[in-house]
């Protein structure tokens, strides 16, 4: 297949994500993929010029070594709101540059705007079309006052999309919820890399404890991925320096990157936890079986908010294929993804994580909940998902599926 994908973020700087393993596995099994991204980073970039040009990169891959696909990156002005109004345009001209070109057997969407002409110009020239949900988009918009319109035009994808894939259960339901019909609607779930996770486990363990200075009696919490305002990391930092350094060795490892990053290093300095609270950057994905394993428990103490609602992010299907269990805030899509039998243990708000984790230690009970974690995590391989996804978009150059 020729798979031409449309995302609104950043294909190099973010991620791995769900679309990141997907496409670099199917370019491996001989697929052949082009990905049409956003430069949504472009605030954070020093001295670059107003308008940007077209970028092309090839054999790009974040995921696996050996997954490859091309990205496309078209021109924007890099001003706000004239970023999004300078993307319908640009975009649209790649999409059909695309079409022409390279003649995509299908179009997978995860955007909103691009997704929105993507739709549009393949129904223009019978491409069949998959819209993928792993969050709720319009949400997403870091400017409120353009979240209706992103709604609408989130709701109208929906609609138009020949299969409207989502991410679990909890975001099938919002699909349908936003005029996807019942019978165009499908779940394919998050990944893990089971092998990763099984390779060498006591040896990996000891080097990346060494690595971050921990010892043995020390109980590590880890929490990894984008730093957001509204991921619970404050309230846990204030919390650990309230534990008496005799009586708790509850560690915080927190890996990742975002608007907390600075936030938290200063209160790492301020309320004295320099040998409790550890930050570190990004790491390449295939070290991140060896920071899972390093860790005693992980940790979600998201905000209970709008955006975190019905989502159940990536990470979470890799802690607990490395046998950890994981405290986290009780989120309804992860409520409802993983229930209270399967090694994740909620609490009511981030004050309460680590008065969860030290009743986990106290009782015995680490080992244990580590164990049905990774029972859950095994029906979920990557390999598994794939051949899922696969043959969705497969199902899709043979029949369209039809509304209800």
Known sequence: MRILVVQESDWLEKGPHQSHHLMERLSQQGHTVRVIDFEILWRKQKNESLVSKRQVFEKVHKAIEDGCVTVIRPAIIRLPLLDYLSLASTHRREIRRQICEFKPDVVVCFGILNARIALMEASRNDIPTAYYIIDELHRL??????????????????????????????????????????????????????EGFSTDYDRLRKVTRQKYGFLDGDVVLLFMGWLYEFSGLKEIAIQLCKLDRDESRLKLLIVGEGELQEVLSRMRDALGLKDRLILDKWIPYKDVPALVMSSDICILPAYKNDIMRNIVPIKLYEYMAGGKPVISTNLPGILREFGTANGVIFVEKPEEVLAKASELVGTGRLHEEGDRARRFATDNSWDTVTRAFETALLNLQKVRFHSD
Not at 143 to 156: C, D, H, P, V
Not at 163 to 190: F, M, W
């Open 141 to 194: 918009v870091p400017q409120r006052m353009l979240r209706g319109l992103a709604k609408f035009i989130e709701n109208s994808n929906m609609r138009d999309a020949d299969l409207i894939l989502s991410i679990n259960e909890a975001l099938r339901d919002y699909t349908i919820q936003c005029g996807a019909p019942i019978s165009k609607t499908l779940v394919i779930r998050a990944g893990v890399d089971l």
